[in-house]
């Protein structure tokens, strides 16, 4: 079964950082695309950003709101996915989900599945 | 960016009716789009990926269409556990959601 677990939120002071983890189990990690999405509190869902398969270079992209402040990477030995944030802002106060982009006859772009989330709260 | 607007908003419906929810995107993104059902508390789930092919498991009272711009969600005959909010999302270049969809009960 693929899993994605997220962990590593909490409550934060604007300006401070944090690093969220995803660990995946149940496919073969470094074949698949990885993405971020968020969600504010009653609000929409949010891409923060994706990180291509090394095959594919492994190469990282950003939604503008995030770019220059938040990193994605990955650890293929750990299987695990990263978020590192930077300069946290209360308008990143979000549920923060990990998802994995399955490749089906070399497209992909969809997230298939979704971790449970985990909360980031920047407040003073 | 790619705009992605969702229309209606809100939409309240009874168990058994034909429900339509509206994806636009602001210029043309071929097929490259997906729906999501989430509901309150939990993670999204995929419906449909590539404008219209069914993900697995969903059952076949969803169906999607479209392509270039405007894109159509249907169910056919709404069931208690439809009742949640749905999202499209662009994969054609790099990835936007839509504002979601409100499916309440009328």
């Known amino acids: 079964e693929v899993q994605l677990v997220e962990s590593g939120g909490g409550l934060v002071k604007p300006g401070e950082s944090l690093r969220l983890s995803c660990a995946a189990s149940g496919f073969t990690f470094s074949r698949d695309w990885m993405s971020w999405v968020r969600q504010a509190p009653g609000k929409g869902l949010e891409w923060v950003g994706r990180i291509k398969s090394k095959a594919d270079g492994g190469a990282a992209d950003y939604a503008a709101p995030v770019k220059g402040r938040f990193t994605i990477s990955r650890d293929e030995s750990k299987n695990t996915l990263y978020l590192q944030m930077n300069s946290l802002e209360s308008e990143d106060t979000a549920v923060y989900y990990c998802?994995?982009?399955?490749?089906?006859?070399?497209?992909?772009?969809?997230?298939?599945?979704w971790g449970l989330g985990t909360l980031v709260t920047v407040s003073s | 960016d790619v705009q992605m607007t969702q229309s209606p908003s809100t939409l309240s419906a009874s168990v058994g009716d034909r429900v339509t929810i509206t994806c636009r995107a602001s210029?043309?993104?071929?097929?490259?789009l997906a729906w999501y059902q989430q509901k309150p508390g939990e993670a999204p789930k995929l419906l449909i990926y590539?404008?219209?092919t069914l993900e697995s498991g969903v059952p076949s009272r969803f169906s999607g269409s479209g392509s270039g711009t405007e894109f159509t969600l249907t169910i056919s005959s709404l069931q208690p556990e439809d009742f949640a909010t749905y999202y499209c999302?662009?994969?054609?270049?790099?990835?936007?959601f839509g504002q979601g969809t409100k499916l309440e009960i009328k």
């Open positions: 998802t994995r982009e399955p490749q089906i006859s070399g497209w992909n772009g969809w997230f298939d599945p």
């Open positions: 590539k404008a219209s």
């Open positions: 999302q662009q994969y054609y270049s790099y990835r936007d």
């Open positions: 210029h043309s993104i071929s097929s490259w």
